[in-house]
């Protein structure tokens, strides 16, 4: 890799270890470490790669390391005639997450259904026009959420079928 390349991937890490730190409430250190390994790639990154590459201390990276694991985030797999560890990101984790968003989006459109439903039942006991609900967010937020759930569910479709061929 270039000088640039690697300057490049430790920007990302750190970005995108801020995003996942937040999105995931995990340690500063964990959410560097998923991320580093993230942007590895198949071929996996070893406990030495994250002590070198992250600066922390060995006990600090087997610390997160073993919490990352616990918490099925990341795998690991062995190479015939090493004695090293290779940690991947785990794809079901990402396929959780998937399921996660779409429950979600799936609960939001049903309260904003309901919550629709009843300003539209409120407002023909309404006489003022002034004083009737508005109903253009709901409607347009239901819509957004039926396709970002499509969306998603594509994704995680492809996810699913690109797994199987393997």
Same mark, same amino acid.
């Given at each position: ?10 920007r ?7 995003a996942i730190?937040?999105k ?19 071929a996996?990154?070893?406990?030495e ?14 610390t997160? &390391? ?12 062995t190479?015939?005639g ?30 904003? &259904?309901?919550i ?6 409120t ?5 003022d ?24 569910s ?13």
């Open positions: 890799m270039t000088n640039e390349v690697c300057k490049q991937k430790q990302l890490i750190e970005k995108l270890g801020v730190e937040q995931d409430h995990l340690a500063p250190v964990a959410a560097r470490i998923l991320s580093y390994i993230i942007l590895t790639g198949k996996g990154t070893t406990f790669d994250l002590v070198s590459n992250l600066c922390a201390s060995k006990s600090t990276i087997s997160h &390391l073993n919490h990352l694991n616990d918490l099925k985030k990341v795998l690991y797999f190479k015939p090493d004695r090293k560890k290779y940690y991947t990101i785990n794809h079901d984790n990402i396929l959780t997450s998937i399921e996660v968003m779409i429950e979600s989006w799936l609960a939001q459109k049903e309260l904003h &259904l309901e629709r439903e009843y300003k539209q039942e407002n023909k006991f309404r006489e026009e002034a004083s009737k609900f508005e109903l253009d967010f709901h409607d347009d937020y239901i819509a957004f959420l039926e396709e970002a759930t499509q969306s998603i594509k994704l995680k479709s492809k996810i699913i079928e690109k797994k199987h061929k393997f």
